[in-house]
């Protein structure tokens, strides 16, 4: 069974998106100002954080270090974030291992975050020929 089912799937994760966000503003290491747009105005967390936890088959919203990189400035930040998003996806009861799954999903994720590395560009050809004008 996928994390994303034990967690309780989509509903559950999106129930915790508005206390995710109340934590974060309640901390005083946060500055959620650039943050706010991805809880009031996309779904990308939730949608990573489905897509993570094994429920979606894939993600195309923002790359996850656009996502957090803003708010997760450093190693420590970093931890914080983690501890808050533990809090509000289990609710205070996590099923055992559940936890330790899920913090070892974002320890996986922390170099993309706070470490991204350039992405080459892509040459792209078209198949198409272009249209000669005479």
Do not use: W
Not at 43 to 68: N, Q, R, S, W
Not at 75 to 84: A, G, P, S, T
Not at 86 to 109: K, N, T, Y
């Amino acid at each position: 069974m996928t994390l994303y089912m034990k967690l309780g799937g989509r509903k559950a994760i999106m129930r915790a998106m508005p206390r995710l966000k109340a934590r974060l503003e309640q901390d005083p290491c946060f500055d959620v100002t650039s943050f706010l747009p991805e809880f009031e105005h996309s779904d990308d967390l939730t949608e990573f954080l489905i897509f993570l936890a094994g429920g979606a088959p894939f993600y195309d919203g923002k790359p996850v270090c656009e996502l957090l990189a803003p708010i997760c400035t450093c190693n420590n930040i970093y931890e914080r974030f983690v501890d808050h998003l533990v809090a509000v996806i289990f609710d205070g009861a996590p099923a055992p291992g559940d936890e330790e799954h899920l913090r070892e999903l974002m320890s996986r994720l922390r170099p993309h975050v706070l470490n991204p590395k350039p992405v080459a560009p892509v040459m792209v050809y078209s198949v198409e020929p272009e249209p000669i004008c005479l």
